[in-house]
């Protein structure tokens, strides 16, 4: 499944630490403000714990693309099993062209681009790749992460059972009991299935 989650960095908060990046006394610094401030976007947003059911998060890690270029792949780090990549839209869509991102799933590919702080998140078997800047430069914050729960169809059914949850709180505030046997499934179901 292809999540997309907005929100998870602020456009003012981004926009201050890429400047600092860029040209402040200490970019090390601002990058890892910056890193922090992506983990804990991604932390904080229910829909990122109930697709991903994340159990440890990767680095960080910051691409600042220009005209001509496109970015490499991630990479696995040696200490962790990455289930799901992210990447995290840094730059107002409008000031560059290209720097999509290409997933391919099994059914076509397809491009996503968005505002500052949207997250798009992607089982790390797909095929991704970024698609070449043509004008202006983008920044992306990119993760990989480790699940609690390994297989992607599993995920999926734990999020569609969290999903009808929220539905019926949203939309049928009387259905209280359900919601509770939909609960404890999903509880029941994680525990099963959850990486030991």
């Known amino acids: 499944m292809v999540l997309v989650l907005d929100g998870i960095v602020g456009p003012d908060e981004v926009a201050h630490l890429t400047d600092r990046i860029r040209h402040g006394p200490d970019p090390d610094a601002a990058a890892a403000h910056l890193g922090g401030a992506v983990?804990?976007?991604?932390?904080?947003?229910?829909?990122?714990?109930?697709?991903?059911?994340?159990?440890?998060?990767?680095?960080v890690v910051l691409h600042g693309l220009t005209a001509?270029?496109?970015?490499?792949?991630?990479?696995d780090e040696a200490a962790l099993r990455s289930d799901v990549a992210l990447t995290v839209f840094l730059t107002p869509p409008e000031e560059y062209e290209g720097g999509d991102l290409v997933l391919?799933?099994?059914?076509?590919?397809?491009?996503?681009?968005?505002?500052?702080?949207?997250?798009?998140?992607?089982?790390?078997?797909?095929?991704?790749?970024?698609?070449?800047?043509?004008?202006?430069?983008?920044?992306?914050?990119?993760i990989l992460v480790e699940s609690r729960i390994r297989d992607g169809a599993q995920r999926d059914i734990?999020?569609?059972?969290?999903?009808?949850?929220?539905?019926?709180?949203?939309?049928?505030?009387g259905a209280v009991a359900d919601r509770a046997r939909l609960r404890r499934c999903r509880e029941r179901l994680s525990r099963m299935w959850c990486e030991r």
């Open 104 to 142: 391919d799933t099994g059914y076509g590919e397809e491009h996503y681009r968005g505002p500052v702080g949207r997250a798009v998140a992607y089982p790390t078997g797909a095929l991704a790749r970024r698609a070449e800047v043509r004008r202006g430069a983008c920044w992306t914050a990119d």
């Open 39 to 59: 983990r804990a976007g991604l932390a904080a947003h229910p829909l990122f714990s109930a697709a991903v059911q994340p159990k440890h998060l990767g680095d």
């Open 68 to 75: 001509g270029d496109s970015a490499p792949p991630l990479s």
């Open 158 to 173: 734990l999020y569609a059972i969290a999903s009808s949850e929220q539905y019926l709180g949203l939309f049928a505030a």
